[in-house]
């Protein structure tokens, strides 16, 4: 009964938050879709960070050198995402990752060069 519980509880929190996502979603190149991010949230594919005004969405991705926490989607308030900044680490350290990266619009490397953030590499795509 517990589990149901949480479970509606986290359902309603990511149905909260669907707009952040969904906005962010608008800069993935179309790989997922709300449903997609909320399935992978509740089979804990992805870890959801939910605050008053804003959200993110992870991942851990497991190299074969190397275990990485990945920043999916983050969208809301710009202060509310950087102070995810502090428990994310914490958290990522917890789980054996060694580095984070985050993937998004240009203006990121940005807004998020004060927390450490440097710019690594530029991904293209082309549709076939």
């Not at 479970?7 to 190149?29: P, T």
Request: hydrophobic content about 40%; glycine content about 8%.
């Amino acid at each position: 009964m517990k589990q149901n519980q949480a479970q509606k509880g986290m359902v309603d929190e990511i149905i909260r938050c669907r707009e952040y996502i969904e906005n962010a979603l608008a800069y993935s190149g179309d790989t997922h879709n709300f449903d997609d991010v909320m399935l992978g949230i509740l089979l804990g594919n992805f870890q959801f960070w939910p605050a008053a005004n804003s959200c993110m969405v992870t991942e851990i991705i497991s190299y074969p050198r190397k275990k990485v926490f990945h920043v999916f989607l983050a969208g809301g308030s710009l202060n509310e995402i950087k102070a995810f900044h502090k428990p994310a680490t914490e958290w990522a350290k917890a789980q054996g990752c060694t580095a984070m990266t985050l993937t998004g619009r240009p203006g990121w490397e940005k807004a998020l060069a004060s927390e450490g953030w440097e710019y690594q590499f530029t991904t293209l795509k082309r549709e076939i």
